[in-house]
């Protein structure tokens, strides 16, 4: 679904791209963590259709599945995932070995990898502020799958090495209490957050909507 650039998720990928485009305008926006306040909200999903329409635009986008304990990227994207962001964080392979291309030529993706026994202290390494900095110079832009907020810590410290924080807001499974709290959080971490994605159900069209954060 989220490379029917003809659809009306397409379409509400585009806005979204565009918004988050806007912003960029005025800081820099190079490396955006997508997150949601609890599980099963749509943010992988959002994360590979907002990829593929920055890659639309002519931008070189990789996707990083920072999500350790549940990934889904290699799914979305058809991938294998013996290998990947674990793998480079423990030093068994490098970065240039993990990174696969999809079928898209201007996204890459590197993958979770194999779990890990440590995957908030993998994430909250210097190899993990090293590896953004790295992925930063070779692409335009780096989109970071990150768990859910509330459900562990390794959201909160990956939107900390990030310049900005979209959160993703099932419509239908999301609790206005999880939001408010994700949303304060974020705030006493000092990330950047810069909008909410609302997810809405297939039954009424499965559109996304990007609404900048007050």
Known sequence: VFMDGRSPQGEAFRRLRTSILRLARDEPLRTLLVTSAEPREGKSTILAG????????????????????????????????????SSVLNQEMTLNEAVQ???????????????????????????????I???????????????SFLAVSDAAVLASLVDGVVLIVG??????????ATCQQLADIEARSIGAVV???????GYNYYRRAT
């Not at 889904?72 to 290998?83: G, I, Q, S, W, Y």
């Not at 194999?114 to 590896?131: G, K, R, V, W």
């Not at 419509?171 to 408010?180: F, S």
């Not at 997810?199 to 069209?205: A, F, H, L, Y």
């Open 199 to 205: 997810n809405r159900t297939e039954g009424d069209g």
């Open 133 to 147: 900095e790295r992925l930063t110079n070779q692409f335009d832009m780096v989109l970071l799958d990150a768990p």
């Open 171 to 180: 419509r239908d499974q999301a609790r206005e209490k999880a939001v408010q």
């Open 50 to 85: 907002l990829a593929f329409a920055l890659a639309q635009s002519g931008r070189q986008i990789i996707a990083v599945d920072g999500d350790l304990r549940r990934p889904t990227l290699h799914k979305l994207f058809d991938l294998c995932n013996e290998v990947g962001l």
């Open 101 to 131: 291309d999809s079928e898209i030529p201007e996204i890459r993706v590197l993958t979770s990898g194999p779990l890990p026994s440590n995957p908030a202290e993998l994430l909250d390494s210097p190899q993990m502020t090293a590896l």
